[in-house]
């Protein structure tokens, strides 16, 4: 199973759910590394991920190969993230046949309506909650 996480900026959020993945012990899954810059792959590589890839063509192919795609709610809004989500990354994302796990994080001017204002910390709880739920559904 292929768990791609994607991020920018300097890849905190993509190193905090790397690092609960790899918590969870699962030798089945690979986790792919896709980093809007260099600096957000290079963080989320030392967090732990098997592998991983920079840029606009590495989110719009590896979005088709992921059975799972985790990341901040931005990955799927064009233009997103400072500019560095590009329309054709938000696409491929959202059209993308894989199980998308989106953090509501609202610093792209996108709020959830009905969700609460949640710690980074309780969201990642309930990542770590519904990735084990999802991943032994697939195995």
Known sequence: MIIAVIDGKGGGIGCQIIERLKSLQINDIEIIALGTNSQATSNMLKAGAADGATGENAVVTMSHRADIIIGPLAIIAANSMM????PRMAEAVSSSSARKMLLPVSKCNIDVIGV???QLKALFNDLTETLKKNIKDRI
């Open 83 to 86: 500019g560095e989500i590009t």
């Open 116 to 118: 609460g204002n949640y």
